[in-house]
């Protein structure tokens, strides 16, 4: 998870072709896939009941009416309006022809699978201030259903129990822990079954004081049965939660800042082997994310960026495998696990497989969490391999950045986030969707924009908007960036669909898709592959080779991966599309369907023999509106820049985004700043307020800067060139 980029400055790098093999020497690229092992006809099935399609997290779907032959026929079946402009990052579920997906903030929408009738919504009525903590947007992954009752998580850390004929509420929960304190967690995630458990983390490791765990609930009840902490809880206050964190506290610097939190949030990966009785969990990053500040050695840290087995029953550990001991680079291990069965010299073994934020893909012994093998699957500078046996990493100088700089392979943003892989077992193929972007990581503990309450912990600058200049009242004087990448081949972001073969641990093909934050997929035996992405195309791949088959024009980003189900003999591909997730404050780019058409929310279906969907009318052009007069000193505008930057330009940047550009304020919300930002008039739309931190003197500083920018903009765009 992670923070934007500082702005004004923005230049284009320049897009420069790394020829993948670099990363891959000793890689031979197949072109097909081998087939090792045969579904069976029992796996044949019409609904979709998990978010994954099944238990272990494959994305992958037996149905094969719409194939490498029929796709070009693929057109609209239907579309629902979710009444939201935020991202969408969840993949419905389909039990009896009903489509049930979860929006922003933990809005759940219940759909005709057919027709896309809305059926009803339940609405969590979640705490908007919780729009403030979330790191990367109000979003949400889905829902679980058992027995006709579905499990959903909101945003503010409510587990809710609906009913899924009625919509109605039949209980909820409190989840997060020490809520009076207000702690910025946050929820996200997808609810786990466990035979008689509900199981969820959350998210807010960026942040300052959070402490991740995993909590059983009840399925029947709500009540809690046990809470699994993930990083040790302040020595010097005494025992810990369980044995496991007794042994963790030692890997942590004796100067660790406790009251910092230690991170290790489980927001996304979680997943149930009810063969071994086994919990699986992904940790994220440490707190702060700089584990040497201040001249501190760091350690392990654990058990952050782990992947954890806990027994069901008891919520003890089984074994751990730490992916990146002493992180500082927010290499969260979160993602979502697959789980298959891998030949192997003495037959078939289960395995568990994650393709890690770090860049690399991991094969582990599901029973024992034995290292088996990884290799890169992306670009990545921050290791000099890893220890064969062991799968430890070796560590590169080059990026530790506790005293000055450094460019980063892979960004925070990682090689793989949540967007969902998929994994066809017939062919053993993972097809990864991958990211390929660098980043600028530096100390900022005695910088003006340090540590605050409900403020991301570390700062990180993407190259292109890494400015010395421009970032000198924020950070003192920076190295440029032709140093800083020397040596490296700097590129724009970009995103692959990566086809993995995870026995040999090779590359089977690769294809580049639209930008560097395109949508999890969704493999079938219909022998394809689908992709949304942020230029609102659902394109459609040979699983085979990486031919691009199809695309369908739907006229709004995506993200989610899609899905797919049978009603009636139909085969229908349904996706919730919406841009925004993990880079909360981007601009939407260029060809984006976000600029062209805006950003509104809707579940889209196709079918085979449909129309070209209906595309939603293009925005109005944006130009700027008159500025009031200016406010302030010279002195108030740039301590209002100062203060813009380290609170507010995560979510609001300078020109077309997700949220609202604050140079073009309406003489209203001029009227109301004030009580906008410090008394949270609009934290019902997540706007949260910031009374904790800032005074009535540094709001009005943050508006003078805001309407000087908004004058500066006001001209340049209405002088004529
Ligand atoms: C976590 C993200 C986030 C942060 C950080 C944030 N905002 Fe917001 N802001 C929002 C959201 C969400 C909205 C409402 C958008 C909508 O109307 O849908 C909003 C709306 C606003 C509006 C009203 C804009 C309009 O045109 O309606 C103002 C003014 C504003 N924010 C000021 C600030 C200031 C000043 C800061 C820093 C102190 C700040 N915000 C920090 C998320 C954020």
């Known amino acids: 998870m992670y923070r934007k980029v500082l702005h004004p400055p923005r230049f284009q790098l320049e897009e420069q072709k790394i020829p993948f093999r670099k990363f891959f020497p000793a890689l031979l690229v197949l072109a097909g896939a081998t087939t090792t092992i045969q579904t069976s006809a029992a796996d044949n099935?019409?609904?979709?009941?998990?978010?994954?399609?099944d238990g272990n997290g494959s994305y992958h779907s037996p149905l094969t009416d719409i194939n490498t032959t029929t796709v070009s026929r693929l057109g609209f079946a239907w579309d629902a309006a979710l009444h939201t402009h935020r991202g969408q990052e969840a993949t419905p579920v389909e039990v009896n022809g009903v489509l049930y997906g979860v929006g922003n903030f933990g809005r759940l929408y219940a759909v005709d699978g057919g027709t896309g009738k809305e059926l009803w919504t339940y609405d969590p009525a979640a705490d908007g201030q919780y729009g403030r903590y979330a790191c990367c947007d109000v979003v949400n992954r889905g829902v679980a259903i058992k027995n006709g009752i579905l499990y959903l998580e909101s945003l503010d850390g409510?587990?809710?129990?609906?009913?899924?004929?009625?919509?109605?509420?039949?209980?909820?929960?409190?989840?997060?822990?020490?809520?009076?304190?207000?702690?910025?967690?946050?929820?996200?995630?997808?609810?786990?079954?466990a035979g008689d458990l509900v199981l969820i983390g959350s998210g807010g490791g960026d942040f300052k004081g959070t402490r991740g765990y995993v909590a059983a609930f009840d399925a029947q009840s709500g009540a809690l049965r046990w809470r699994f902490y993930t990083v040790p809880r302040n020595p010097a206050l005494g025992q810990q939660d369980q044995p496991a964190l007794m042994a963790a506290v030692k890997t942590w610097d004796p100067r660790h800042q406790w009251e910092n939190g230690g991170g290790g949030t489980v927001w996304d990966g979680i997943s149930y082997d009810p063969a071994l009785d086994l919990i699986y969990i992904g940790t994220g990053n440490s707190s702060p994310y700089n584990i040497k500040e201040d001249g501190r050695t760091g350690g392990d840290d654990l058990y952050t960026d782990c992947i954890i087995a806990l027994h069901a029953k008891t919520g003890d550990m089984a074994w751990h495998f730490q992916v990146v001991p002493g992180d500082m680079w927010d290499f969260d291990s979160t993602q979502k696990f697959i789980f298959a069965d891998l030949p192997s010299k003495n037959g078939a073994r289960p395995v568990v497989m994650q393709a890690s934020k770090n860049g690399f893909f991991y094969v582990l012994d599901r029973r024992t969490g034995e290292f088996i093998s990884a290799r890169p699957f992306a670009s990545q500078n921050w290791t000099k391999g890893l220890d064969p046996k062991t799968g430890r990493p070796i560590l590169s100088e080059a990026v530790d950045y506790s005293t000055s700089p450094k460019l980063v392979f892979p960004w925070v943003g990682g090689a793989h986030s949540w967007q969902p892989m998929s994994f066809d077992a017939r062919s053993m193929s993972v097809f990864i969707p991958a990211q390929e972007w660098s980043e600028i990581m530096l100390d900022t503990s005695h910088r003006k924009a340090g540590m605050v309450e409900g403020e991301f912990n570390t700062n990180f600058i993407t190259p292109d908007g890494?400015?010395?200049?421009?970032l000198k009242s924020l950070y003192g004087s920076l190295p440029p960036l032709k140093a800083l990448a020397k040596g490296v081949t700097l590129q724009g972001r970009r995103g692959f669909i990566r086809a993995w073969d995870p026995v040999h641990q090779r590359l089977r093909w690769e294809t580049q898709t639209a930008s560097g934050w395109d949508g999890g997929l969704l493999s079938t035996d219909g022998g394809l592959v689908f992709q949304g992405d942020v230029n609102g195309m659902l394109n459609v791949y040979a699983s085979a080779t990486g031919t691009l088959l199809k695309s369908v024009a739907v006229g709004t980003s995506?993200?989610?991966?899609?899905?797919?189900?049978?009603?009636?003999?139909?085969?229908?591909?349904a996706v919730m599309a919406g841009y925004g997730g993990g880079d909360l404050g981007v601009l939407f780019p260029d060809k984006s369907a976000a600029l062209r058409y805006g950003n509104d929310n809707r579940i889209i279906a196709l079918r085979l023999d449909g129309p070209a969907p209906p595309l939603p009318a293009e925005r109005a052009s944006l130009t700027p509106v008159a500025p009031p007069a200016s406010m302030g000193s010279k002195e108030d505008i740039s301590e209002g820049s100062v203060l813009f930057n380290r609170f507010c330009a995560r979510c609001h940047v300078f020109g077309v985004g997700i949220l609202p550009d604050l140079r073009r304020l309406t003489p209203a919300k001029h009227e109301i700043f004030s009580a906008i930002v410090r008394q949270g008039v609009l934290s019902g739309a997540g706007m949260g307020r910031f009374d904790d931190v800032l005074s009535e003197k540094e709001v009005q500083e943050i508006h003078a800067y805001l309407i000087d920018e908004a004058r500066n903009d006001y001209r340049d765009k209405s002088t004529p060139k």
């Open 466 to 470: 890494y400015d010395p200049a421009a």
């Open 45 to 53: 099935r019409d609904d979709w009941p998990t978010t994954a399609g």
């Open 158 to 193: 409510y587990l809710h129990a609906i009913d899924a004929g009625s919509g109605r509420l039949l209980w909820k929960v409190d989840t997060f822990p020490g809520r009076g304190s207000r702690l910025p967690y946050t929820s996200t995630g997808v609810p786990v079954i």
């Open 558 to 573: 995506i993200m989610a991966a899609p899905m797919t189900y049978r009603i009636h003999g139909v085969q229908y591909i």
